[in-house]
């Protein structure tokens, strides 16, 4: 009589990897950009569609600030640079921050 033998799979414990912490851009309101002006840079920058871009500059303007996006750090950062980097050159002081996620 043969005796049972049971055999047990190792268990392989992989290193546990953090996500990284994902960043959000904030547009904040001013009273001196044109509203068209904010649209056409959320299409150009964020590639948001005319609908988008529109319900997020008027978020802004109602709140004070809107989240546009959210992503990895290094993208945000870019992003809001290339945007703010955009108005300066229109000569208009439109802001955009990036902030950690919670």
Do not use: Q, W
């Amino acid at each position: 009589m043969a005796e049972d033998t049971v055999l047990t799979p190792k268990t392989k414990s992989k290193p546990k990897l953090e996500r990284p912490k994902l960043y959000k851009v904030i547009l904040l309101n001013d009273d001196y950009t044109p509203r068209g002006f904010v649209t056409m840079v959320l299409k150009a920058v964020f590639h948001m569609s005319e609908e988008a871009g529109l319900r997020v500059m008027m978020t802004a303007h109602r709140l004070g600030s809107c989240v546009v996006v959210v992503c990895a750090r290094d993208i945000a950062e870019t992003k809001a640079k290339e945007a703010v980097d955009l108005a300066k050159e229109a000569g208009y002081p439109l802001m955009f921050t990036t902030e950690p996620e919670e």
